[in-house]
């Protein structure tokens, strides 16, 4: 089975730094998910990456195969990115998507 | 429809009651999921839905549980005999083949 670790798993920012999450997934997957959880709990899916990079905005998710690790960056962050993201592999086929235990984030006006 | 529909939005019940959960995907969407989130916990898979058959239940908790999805869309979710430790969100995504997933917003199921 599959282990996905998020890091940090609390982060505090001032409005405008440059944030970054860290996940680390353990076997070899054929998609990585970024998800996005505010308050109220409702879910949305950010980016879903195999390979490379892709950029959304202020968002930016990387994914290196190899080292089994993927990156996903904000840039000038804002209070309104307060949200708990989490990071979900998903191996072949239909199988279900394996989550990290989520980073909540707060950014300080 | 243009989401993934799910109600009630929140359920709160008396211990010991049936809820049942519903789970309305978007069109086309052969892939069925549902996850549960208990308070300050991660999210759980339950149950996964191709089609109306379903090829992996081993997340579902206990034999109170059940799910059935019919036509290849609504998907209902039955808790029995409902626990306190039953309480939490209730996501359903759907997807279709190698694309991404639509997440419904949720049932809050509070248990009293």
Same mark, same amino acid.
């Given at each position: 089975k599959n282990e996905v670790e998020q890091s940090p798993q609390n982060l505090t920012a001032q409005e405008g730094e440059f944030i970054t999450i860290n996940c680390s997934y353990s076997v070899g997957i054929s998609a990585l998910h970024w998800l996005q959880q505010h308050p109220?709990?409702?879910? =949305?899916?950010?980016f879903m990456l195999s390979s490379g990079k892709k950029k959304h905005g202020r968002l930016? &998710? +990387?994914?290196?195969?190899?080292?089994? @690790?993927?990156?996903?960056h904000i840039t000038a962050s804002h209070p309104r990115d307060s949200a708990v993201y989490i990071c979900a592999a998903k191996g072949s086929g239909n199988t279900p998507l394996v989550f990290g235990k989520g980073t909540r984030l707060s950014v300080i006006a | 429809g243009a989401g993934v529909s799910q109600s009630p939005s929140n359920k709160? +019940?008396?211990?010991?009651?049936?809820?049942?959960?519903?789970?309305?995907?978007?069109?086309? @969407? +052969? $892939?069925l999921y549902w996850y549960r989130q208990s308070l300050g916990q991660g999210l759980e898979f339950l149950i996964y839905f191709q089609g109306n058959s $379903?090829?992996?239940?081993?997340?579902?908790?206990? !034999?109170?549980f059940s799910a059935e999805r019919t036509g290849?869309? =609504?998907? +209902?979710l039955t808790?029995?005999?409902?626990?306190?430790? !039953?309480? &939490? =969100?209730?996501?359903? &995504?759907s997807s279709l083949a190698q694309y991404g997933y639509t997440f419904g917003s949720g049932t809050r199921l509070t248990v009293v």
């Open positions: 109220g709990g409702g879910i =949305v899916s950010l930016i &998710a +990387t994914i290196n195969i190899q080292e089994k @690790h993927s990156s996903l | 709160v +019940t008396e211990k010991g009651k049936d809820v049942e959960l519903r789970c309305d995907p978007i069109s086309g @969407h +052969t $892939a $379903a090829p992996d239940k081993s997340g579902l908790p206990s !034999d109170r290849g869309s =609504v998907s +209902t808790i029995q005999r409902t626990q306190q430790e !039953d309480s &939490a =969100v209730y996501l359903c &995504a």
